[in-house]
T-cell receptor, first 114, second 113 residues
Framework: DAGVIQSPRHEVTEMGQEVTLRCKPI?????LFWYRQTMMRGLELLIY????????DSGMPEDRFSAKMPNASFSTLKIQPSEPRDSAVYFC????????????FGPGTRLTVT | GNSVTQMEGPVTLSEEAFLTINCTYT??????LFWYVQYPGEGLQLLLK?????DKGSNKGFEATYRKETTSFHLEKGSVQVSDSAVYFC????????????FGKGTRLHILP
């Protein structure tokens, strides 16, 4: 069965451009999490959704970042405009809400902003 | 607030050596504790869990015991293999608060053949 699917796997863009990262959670999962991983800051939770509703976006760095979940099978994380300090690996994870500790991570999107 | 502290890496061991990765936590409630593992080029995956004091989580030869008196959840394996080379994350969650997982910074493990 398919796990969490993320696209693109790699993204290289220039400073100031808009970047959209996509995630398809595991079918039947009703919680979705977006994380950012860097060497300096480790793994950071950006935002999470329960039943497509954003619950906590306190980890979103600033207004340049936005996330949506229009339906149970799709979510996007958008950065506009992008900056070099946004370079990181972005992970999407999904879970059953009643087992939120057992999160299934996607392979990640490696973003490089030049 | 809740937090997790784990030993800094990298940790380098020879194959068949005994492994310990230390983890301590701070929590105001009664958290559940976890170890996640990240293999090169992949996302994290749950390795083992313990939901209450004195529980022992185990999987793939790895073990960790929830010690409330020392607020610790150290990861151990009796004989490591090259395939165990990865980054290991200690984590906690408190369902009475929210659905978040608080991750440690990760410990990179290198196993030499």
């Amino acid at each position: 069965d398919a796990g969490v699917i993320q696209s693109p796997r790699h993204e290289v863009t220039e400073m100031g451009q808009e970047v959209t990262l996509r995630c398809k959670p595991i079918s039947g999962h009703n919680s979705l999490f977006w994380y950012r991983q860097t060497m300096m800051r480790g793994l950071e939770l950006l935002i999470y959704f329960n039943n497509n509703v954003p619950i906590d976006d306190s980890g979103m760095p600033e207004d340049r970042f936005s996330a949506k979940m229009p339906n149970a099978s799709f979510s996007t994380l958008k950065i506009q405009p992008s900056e070099p300090r946004d370079s990181a690996v972005y992970f999407c994870a999904s879970s059953l809400r009643e087992k939120a500790y057992e999160q299934y991570f996607g392979p990640g999107t490696r973003l490089t902003v030049t | 607030g809740n937090s997790v502290t784990q030993m800094e890496g990298p940790v380098t061991l020879s194959e068949e050596a005994f492994l310990t990765i230390n983890c301590t936590y701070t929590a105001t409630g009664y958290p559940s504790l976890f170890w996640y593992v990240q293999y090169p080029g992949e996302g994290l995956q749950l390795l083992l869990k313990a939901t209450k004091a004195d529980d022992k989580g185990s999987n793939k030869g790895f073990e960790a015991t929830y010690r409330k008196e020392t607020t610790s959840f150290h990861l151990e394996k009796g004989s490591v293999q090259v395939s165990d080379s990865a980054v290991y994350f200690c984590a906690l969650s408190d369902r009475n608060r929210d659905d978040k997982i608080i991750f440690g910074k990760g410990t990179r493990l290198h196993i030499l053949p």
